[in-house]
């Protein structure tokens, strides 16, 4: 899983047909910390997430098994909205 934060959104007119009615987002890879850390991704959303949310991305043949998405041609899905991240310190 790939933790990301939702930077915007994505409208493709054109589509192949199983991806009509599905919301795409623009979402970051970040650290635990919320810095920036990767490349942006194109997600379908399955959550309902919104601009500025920490999500998890699944990515690969891991996205099309989110729900409603077997046999649409998905590389990245939004599959949890995060509400917190807590690192573990040692002591």
């Known amino acids: 899983m790939i933790l990301a934060k939702v ?3 994505v409208v493709a007119t ?3 047909e199983k991806l009509v ?3 795409l987002l623009l979402v970051r890879p970040v650290d635990p910390k ?4 990767g490349a942006h991704l194109v997600a379908i959303d399955t959550v ?4 500025g ?3 998890l991305v699944v990515s690969g043949s891991s996205a099309r098994m989110a729900t409603g ?3 649409c041609p ?4 939004i599959v949890g909205v995060v509400d917190t991240v807590t690192i573990a310190v040692k002591e």
């Open 7 to 9: 930077v915007g959104t």
């Open 14 to 16: 054109r589509k192949d």
């Open 21 to 23: 009615s599905t919301k």
């Open 34 to 37: 919320g810095k920036a850390d």
């Open 48 to 51: 309902d997430a919104g601009p």
């Open 53 to 55: 949310e920490t999500v």
């Open 69 to 71: 998405l077997g046999s």
């Open 74 to 77: 998905v590389d990245a899905a």
